[in-house]
C-alpha cells in the first residue's frame, strides 16, 4: 500500500519533496508525559519492549503530537546481545547491565545467532503491530546497534565511559574481537532482514561508539562490520534503505558513504553544509541539531533549525534530525516548535523542485 | 642559555631533528607512586598546585622515569577562575566545585580580570622554581584552558557532561556568553604572557570540551577567542610557540591552523597522516595515540606507536603524545615503552634531514 506521507524515503533516494521531512531519535521517550505513564503500566523498560502492543503505543505516541515524517519502531539496541543470552538488566537509573559479559575467546565461542522469528520474536511482532497501527500514515524506521556498539556493552558488561575492556581487546587479542563482531554482524544482518520482512521501511544501525575509536582502529573494527551488513542486506535481496550513524563519525564521512548505504547519519559537530559537499552527491544526510538546544527558547530552537536547513540548501536529501537522542527533560513544545519550524522554514529550499 | 634538548621547540619550528620529540600529557599524575607520595604530602591537589617547591618536585618526577623531551607546568586550567573568586573546591571523585557559579550578566559584570603576578603569583612562582630546577635539560611548556572551556565550568559550578547551562546560555543568552569569552580571553592572555615572561618556552591552550559544540558554536564561541589569545601574545610581543588542543576539533584543524598558532594537538579520532595532508605544511602536528592502548601489553603500545609514527612519515613537524592524558591506572613501565619506542622508532623518518 502506498504511503499517505512518504517524504522521508523520497528524501532516502534524494527525490523531490515539497518540505524537509523531520524525525526526532528518542522521539518515543521520558520527556512525554504519556511515555512515562505506559512505561509505569508495562513496570519496566524491558517489559515495554518485550510487549508488542505496549511497543506499538509507544511508538505512535509522538506522531499523535507532533508532525513528524517517519516513526521509529519502539526498541532498544541490546535486544540481540540479550537474545544472545547475556542475561541484560535494565535498572533506572544504573542502566544496562550483562550478567554474563563476553570476555574471552571462550565466552565468544559459546554466544550463538539469534534466529529473529523465534528468539527475537517479540520485536517482530512490534514491528508487524505497528505497521498494522500505522495504516501507512508515515514510513516505520527499524533499528539495531552497530556490532562495535553491541561488543562495547557486551564485553564491559554495560555502559562505559572509556571502554577499557573493550579496547584492550582490540589491542592484545584482535582475532577475539574479530571473531565477536563477525557474530555480532551476522546477527544484526539477519535481525535487520527480518524487521524489513515484519514491515519496517527502512533501517538504521546506531554506531553509538565508533566516535571513541581511532581512526585505525574504527575501519578495522566498526566500519567493516557495517559494510559486512550492509553487503548481506543487499546479498539476501532487501531492497529499502539504509540509514549508518556513526556518532563521533564526521571525520569519516567519505568511507561511510563508500559502504553503499542511502543515508548517513550526522552528529551536530559536522557543519551539514560542508557534509553535503563532500558526500551529498551519493548519500541523503540525516541530521543535525545539537540536542541541548532544545533546552533554549523556542526563537533560538526556530533560529537553529533554520540555520541548519539554510547550510544544507536547496533540494533534496536532507532528513532532519537531531544530532543525538532527545533528553528527559525536554519540553514536548520545544520539540513541536522544531518539527514545525523545519516544515515551514524548508518549503523555500524545495520550491523548485 | 641553550636547551640540552631542543627536540620538542625544533619539531614546533618544523626544523630538522634526530627523533620525533615525545612528552604525555598528564605525564605528572596519579599513575606515578611518587606523585602520589607528593600529593599526599601536600594534603590535596589544590595546596599541590598552589606550593611551588612540590609543583615542582611533582613537575620533575616523570623527567627522572623517562626520556621525555619536554616538561610541562604541573598546574590546572581552573586557577584563573579561582583567582576571579569562582570559590573552586577541588575533592577527590567529586571533581571540581565552584561555589559561586558565573549564571547571569550581572554575574559576569562582577567578575575581574586577575592580575598574574599578583592574584598568581604562586603559578608565576612555581614556572620560576621549575625553570630553575629543569637547569634547561628541556622546554617548560605553559598551559592555560580555553575561554569556552573554563567558561563550561564557571557557568556549570563544575564539570558537566552535557554541558546544559553553558549551552543554555550560548544559545538563549549569546551577548553574556560573549562577555564572559571575552573575559576569559583577556585572562588567559595575559597569563600566559606572565608564564613566558617566568620562563615557559611554550604555551598550551587546552580546548578540552570545544568538541562538544556544533561546527557553527566552536567558531563563534570558542574558536573566537583562541584567536584572541595568539594575536594578543602576539601583540605583546610573545614569540614563543602556542600549541591549541581542540579535544574533538578533528574537523577544524584548518581553522585551528588559521590562528597563527605554531602547533595544532589532535586527539586520537584523526589520522595523523591525513592531518598532515591538511595543515602540515602550516604546523607542528602533536599527539595522537588513544590513551586506552597503554591499557594493552608493551608490544601493542609499541605496534601502535609505530604506526602513527608511520602515518605522520618522513621528516619534522611531529611531537608525538597521547591524544589526551594518562588515566590513573596506567603502569609507568607501559609509559616508558612508549617514550622509548617513540624516540628508537621515529630515527628512520629523521635519517635524510
Same mark, same amino acid.
Given at each position: ?5 512518504d ?21 518515543a521517550g521520558?520527556? %512525554?508525559? /504519556? ?6 503500566r ?5 517489559t515495554l519492549? +518485550?510487549?508488542?502492543e %505496549? ?11 507532533f508532525?513528524?515524517?517517519?516513526a ?7 535486544t540481540?546481545?540479550d ?7 535494565? /535498572?533506572?537509573?544504573?542502566?544496562p ?9 571462550a565466552?565468544?565461542? &559459546?554466544i ?7 528468539? %527475537? &520474536?517479540?520485536?517482530?511482532d ?7 497501527? *500505522? ?11 552497530s556490532p562495535w556498539?553491541l @561488543? ?35 546477527a544484526?544482518?539477519?535481525y535487520? +532482514?527480518?524487521?524489513? @520482512? ?8 546506531f554506531?553509538?561508539?565508533?566516535g ?7 575501519d ?24 549508518l550513524?556513526t ?18 547519519g ?10 553535503? =559537499? ?6 541523503? *544526510?540525516q ?6 538546544i %532544545?533546552r533554549?527558547?523556542?526563537? =533560538? ?10 547550510s ?7 532528513i ?8 528527559p527533560d525536554? /519540553?514536548?513544545d520545544?520539540v513541536?516548535? *522544531?518539527?514545525?519550524?523545519v ?11
Amino acid at each position: 500500500m502506498a504511503l499517505k506521507n512518504d517524504r522521508f524515503l523520497r528524501a532516502l533516494h534524494r527525490e523531490p519533496v515539497d518540505c524537509t521531512p523531520v524525525w526526532i531519535m528518542r522521539q518515543a521517550g521520558r520527556y %512525554l508525559p /504519556e511515555y512515562r505513564a505506559t512505561r509505569q503500566r508495562a513496570g519496566d523498560f524491558l517489559t515495554l519492549c +518485550k510487549t508488542p502492543e %505496549l511497543a506499538c503505543e509507544v511508538t505512535l505516541q509522538p506522531l499523535e503530537r507532533f508532525e513528524l515524517d517517519a516513526a521509529i519502531l519502539f526498541s532498544d539496541i541490546l535486544t540481540i546481545p540479550d537474545a544472545m543470552g547475556l542475561g541484560l538488566t535494565l /535498572e533506572e537509573g544504573v542502566g544496562p547491565r550483562f550478567s554474563n559479559p563476553v570476555r574471552s575467546a571462550a565466552d565468544i565461542a &559459546r554466544i550463538g545467532i539469534p534466529d529473529p522469528e523465534s528468539d %527475537l &520474536r517479540y520485536v517482530m511482532d512490534a514491528v508487524r503491530t505497528i505497521k498494522s497501527a *500505522l495504516r501507512d500514515r508515515v514510513p516505520l524506521i527499524g533499528f539495531a546497534g552497530s556490532p562495535w556498539t553491541l @561488543a562495547t556493552y557486551a564485553i564491559e558488561g554495560g555502559s562505559s565511559s572509556d571502554y577499557k575492556l573493550a579496547k584492550k581487546m582490540l589491542y592484545d587479542a584482535p582475532a577475539d574481537a574479530h571473531a565477536l563482531l563477525d557474530k555480532f554482524a551476522r546477527a544484526v544482518t539477519l535481525y535487520l +532482514k527480518a524487521q524489513v @520482512a515484519a514491515g519496517a521501511d527502512a533501517v538504521m544501525v546506531f554506531d553509538s561508539w565508533g566516535g571513541a575509536l581511532s581512526a585505525a582502529a574504527y575501519d578495522e573494527f566498526s566500519l567493516r562490520y557495517m559494510q559486512l551488513i550492509v553487503d548481506g542486506l543487499k546479498a539476501a535481496g532487501v531492497s529499502v534503505p539504509i540509514i549508518l550513524f556513526t556518532k563521533g563519525g564526521g571525520l569519516w564521512l567519505e568511507k561511510i558513504a563508500a559502504t553503499g548505504c542511502q543515508g548517513v547519519g550526522l552528529d551536530w559537530h559536522t557543519d551539514i553544509g560542508a557534509a553535503r =559537499a563532500r558526500i551529498g552527491n551519493r548519500v541523503c *544526510l540525516q541530521g543535525n541539531m545539537d540536542p541541548a538546544i %532544545l533546552r533554549a527558547s523556542p526563537t =533560538a530552537v526556530e533560529r537553529e533549525a533554520a540555520a541548519i536547513l539554510s547550510s544544507f540548501g536547496q533540494g533534496s536529501g536532507h532528513i532532519f534530525n537531531l544530532g543525538h537522542g532527545v533528553t528527559p527533560d525536554i /519540553e514536548p513544545d520545544n520539540v513541536k516548535a *522544531l518539527v514545525d519550524a523545519v516544515h515551514r522554514c524548508s518549503r523555500q529550499y524545495h520550491a523548485s523542485t
